[in-house]
């Protein structure tokens, strides 16, 4: 659920899902109004179908996180989402430019979040 989008960037919010049905992530994309669909490369057609995934990333994932965390099922999703709800915003600055004191307790926030 924090992904390292660019190799200067700390890990930020993201929501996948894969599946080789595209009608459904298109549906899944068309109802909550945001994040975008990606072809994965098929190197074996004869044996598997081609396959799909939606992603949403940074605070577009936050709003998402928000309206589904109270059906998430898996215990560790759960706390890993309220985790992110409840401290993300608090450790990342609007401008991302991060004091001394910011950086370390954003480092600090992954390690936590890592551990659940």
């Known amino acids: 659920m924090l992904i390292r989008f660019h190799r200067n960037q700390y890990p930020a919010p993201c929501i996948s899902i894969s599946s080789t ?5 298109e549906w899944i994309k068309n109802t909550t109004k945001m994040g975008r669909i990606t072809k994965k490369k098929n190197y074996n057609k004869e044996k ?28 560790k999703k759960k706390k ?21 004191e910011l950086r370390k307790r954003k480092e ?5 979040f890592m551990k659940l």
């Open 21 to 25: 049905d595209k009608e459904l992530l």
């Open 48 to 75: 598997h179908l081609d396959s799909y995934t939606y992603k949403v990333i940074y605070d577009d994932a936050i709003k998402l996180l928000k309206e589904i965390s109270p059906y998430l099922v898996i215990q």
């Open 80 to 100: 890993r989402a309220n985790f992110i709800l409840e401290n993300y915003k608090k450790v990342t600055p609007r401008n991302g430019k991060y004091s001394e």
């Open 108 to 112: 600090q926030f992954y390690i936590d």
